[in-house]
Structure formats: structure tokens, C-alpha cells
T-cell receptor
Framework: ETGVTQSPTHLIKTRGQQVTLRCSSQ?????VSWYQQALGQGPQFIFQ???????GRGNFPPRFSGLQFPNYSSELNVNALELDDSALYLC???????????????FGAGSRLTVL | AQSVTQLGSHVSVSEGALVLLRCNYS??????LFWYVQYPNQGLQLLLK??????LVKGINGFEAEFKKSETSFHLTKPSAHMSDAAEYFC???????????FGAGTRLTVKP
């Protein structure tokens, strides 16, 4: 079975620009979660998508938005980039009813975003 | 609200020595607890999880963790460290009713030959 794949792996943007990160979930998984991992910190939950709907959101501003497609792949969009948005963005997929509690998250290798 | 505290941002052990990585959690409901490992330039990989039942949980690569409710702890251990264990380790807690998982800040494990 294929794992979680993310693209691009690295990218550099300037402040104020917009970025789109993509994620293909593991085969058989219907839920996608996005996390932001700043340097030297643990991942922080951004949001989760289940059945193409946002199923939960962390403490991130509205300029962080997402989509889930019928094939369960997902996009993370960040508008008006700020320097503090520089981080590793991790996508994780899981199966089940959309709750992370009992469902094991399978993580991708991440997209490293640098904002200059 | 749930939270995790990992005691010690860096732990160094000799090859063959005991590995002990500490994790304390805070949760208003019975928690689900996880340990993940992250190798350089890779995503997080699940080592083990506790949901309900037996409090001693065995995971991959010889790691195990014990859920101690009275101490609100979920420490990770391995009897004998191997050079390949060098990585970043994250403890995480989740509320089964919610979508998010709360991670600790991580502990970097170094294994000396």
C-alpha cells in the first residue's frame, strides 16, 4: 500500500504571497489532518477534513484554509504569508469516522516552507 | 484542554544502555496516548499507542511504555539502545471525541558508541 505523499517537499516564498501544499492520503484512508511543525517544536494541529468537510480546527487564523477532494486527497492553502509561517507542514491520513482518538495517523514526510 | 510535557529536550545514552524518555500529560477525559518517532527529513512514525486496557504497551523496535494514571505519565523505555534509535521522539495525547492530537515539544535522543 502507498503511504502519504506530500508536494512540494521544499519551497521558498516571500512575505505576503500565497502558497498551496498538496497531500495524497494513504490508500483506504478517508480522513486528512494537517499539522504545522516549527523548528524545534512538536507538530500543532491546523485542521482535519472528513468527507470533504472541515471536521475540526486548531488555533490558526482564517488565512489557513483547506480542501479535501472526492479521492480523499487534500490541499492546504495559506494566504498573506508571514515570516512565522516558516515551518514543516505535515499531512496525516487516517481511516474511521474522522476522530483522531482511536485512529492511527499516518504522516507524510512534509513540505518545508520558508518565508523570506 | 489537553497538553503534554516531555521532560528533557535532549537525552544522550550509550549504545546498549537503557533508554528512558519521559512524558506527562494533562487531560480532562480518559486520554489516548501515543509515542511517535521522527527521523531527519521524514514524517512521524507511530511507535506505540495506549487507548484502553493493559497499561503496559509494547511497540515497534523494542520500545514499550506504561500508562500510569495516578502519575499522569506515559514514559517510553527500551532496555538496550541501538545506534539506529537516534531520532526525535514525540509524545502525544488525544481526546477520542475531538479531531486534534496534542504533541509535546519532543526529545532528541542521541546514542553514543
Amino acid at each position: 500500500e502507498t503511504g502519504v505523499t506530500q508536494s512540494p517537499t521544499h519551497l521558498i516564498k516571500t512575505r505576503g504571497q500565497q502558497v498551496t501544499l498538496r497531500c495524497s492520503s494513504q490508500s483506504g484512508h478517508n480522513t486528512v489532518s494537517w499539522y504545522q511543525q516549527a523548528l524545534g517544536q512538536g507538530p500543532q494541529f491546523i485542521f482535519q477534513y472528513y468527507r470533504e468537510e472541515e471536521n475540526g480546527r486548531g488555533n490558526f487564523p482564517p488565512r489557513f484554509s483547506g480542501l479535501q477532494f472526492p479521492n480523499y486527497s487534500s490541499e492546504l492553502n495559506v494566504n498573506a504569508l508571514e515570516l512565522d509561517d516558516s515551518a514543516l507542514y505535515l499531512c496525516a491520513s487516517s481511516s474511521g469516522v474522522g476522530y483522531s482518538g482511536a485512529n492511527v495517523l499516518t504522516f507524510g514526510a512534509g513540505s518545508r516552507l520558508t518565508v523570506l | 484542554a489537553q497538553s503534554v510535557t516531555q521532560l528533557g529536550s535532549h537525552v544522550s545514552v550509550s549504545e546498549g544502555a537503557l533508554v528512558l524518555l519521559r512524558c506527562n500529560y494533562s487531560s480532562s477525559v480518559p486520554p489516548y496516548l501515543f509515542w511517535y518517532v521522527q527521523y531527519p527529513n521524514q514524517g512521524l512514525q507511530l511507535l506505540l499507542k495506549y487507548t484502553t486496557g493493559a497499561t503496559l504497551v509494547k511497540g515497534i523496535n523494542g520500545f514499550e511504555a506504561e500508562f500510569k494514571k495516578s502519575e499522569t505519565s506515559f514514559h517510553l523505555t527500551k532496555p538496550s539502545a541501538h545506534m539506529s534509535d537516534a531520532a526525535e521522539y514525540f509524545c502525544a495525547v488525544s481526546d477520542p471525541r475531538l479531531a486534534d492530537m496534542r504533541f509535546g515539544a519532543g526529545t532528541r535522543l542521541t546514542v553514543k558508541p
